[in-house]
């Protein structure tokens, strides 16, 4: 009789042979918490490894512009020693005397209005 009531004792404990119902419970609500924690790491890990290939994209990209516009701004100080050079020389002119310079001056801005007058009312329309 003494096995029978250790027997019920144990069963109203739950501490029979498999466990606990709440124990049982517990483990597999852990189990399920594991499993979706793991998923959402890999989603995780997913999206911190797009938004590195993205960061690297962006670092490259911004790389080559950063060279563009050196190369552009190189070309701008050349294009403004050009023009100092040449407001230079026409300055010399300018002061070197006579008024001959003044004709071809006027008549070379004349002649590059005609030039392009020309070019823009004699344009072709394209073909279709």
Sequence with gaps: ????????????????????ADQRVADTNRRLMEQQNNGKISALEDQVSRLKE???DINAEVE???RLLGDMGGEMSSASDLLQQT???LGVMLNSGGSSHMVYLIGFIVFSFLVIY???T?????TS
């Design 1 to 20: 009789m003494r096995n029978r009531s250790e027997m019920s004792r144990n069963r109203g404990n739950g501490s029979g042979l498999f466990g606990s």
């Design 122 to 126: 004699h344009k072709r329309a394209p």
């Design 118 to 120: 020309f070019i823009m």
């Design 87 to 89: 407001l230079g020389k």
């Design 54 to 56: 993205l960061t690297i």
């Design 64 to 66: 080559e512009q950063n």
